[in-house]
């Protein structure tokens, strides 16, 4: 059965739910078909799986240093 | 299959430890607090820095939550996760903190809570290729992605923080941030969108030419 064609603007719409395989099997088709022809709605969808996987690294948010010593301290003399 | 329930087993065990601590803590054990608070302390910070923008005042309005924790944690009914009830605890307060310093942010950032999400389209289509984890040991790249994350409206930054940095999943974040399901899912969609609009100049290359990156773009 052909797919039925998905213009960029639904892509864009839910490209975010697509990164988190939060969509229907039968829209992910159609998304992945889309994927494959279009240069532009590629590459929204590299760089939104380039957004999550820095933001997610964990490194970018540095703790203060002493951070964990001085919320023990406090825990410690907490009434 | 044997991931999933290993991941399963992990959790459980994860659960009935907290579980154990939270019963130590309540009979009078203050080091099982610290213990039960110690794989948070990230979790905590990242959340009030993402209403506070200020690592002097996130640690404040951290510590003041982890207090707060500490002496409701009779409370603490075990319908949500330790960790989500500790989150919900710090986003209060780091609003309430920033009510307190600084009320014209506050007032913007309740204004907006209630403002609708319209549609956000991609301005940028730079072609990024795959970008090494290698990247984030530079000091620059870092502070590039922190000036993106701290660019973008509280709105959005706060679902970004606690979906994509903490890792909270979409119920955990509805049920902090008091949004419906949809809500999460779109501001979340438009803050990645975001992010990539602000970062893009910078991925394809600009980081590894300047010394400083500077340009993040103001939408």
Known sequence: MATIEISCVEVWREISNYLGDEIPAELRERMEAHFKVCAHCTAVLDGMRNVVHLVGDGRIFQMP??????????IRKAP | MYFRLKMTLEQTQASANEADLIKRVCDGDREAFYELVRPHERLVYATALSILKNPADAEDAAQEAVLKALSHLNSFRGESKFSTWLVQITYNEAKLKLRKDRPHLYESLDKQQQSEDGDYWPKDFADWRPIPSELLEECEVRKALVNAINALEPIYRQVLILRDLNGLSIRDTMAVLGISVSNVKSRLHRARLLL???LA???DGYWKIERSYSKVRPW
């Open chain 1, 65 to 74: 240093q002493g951070f964990s010593e001085r919320l023990y301290e406090r």
């Open chain 2, 196 to 198: 990539r609009d602000i």
């Open chain 2, 201 to 203: 100049p910078g991925i």
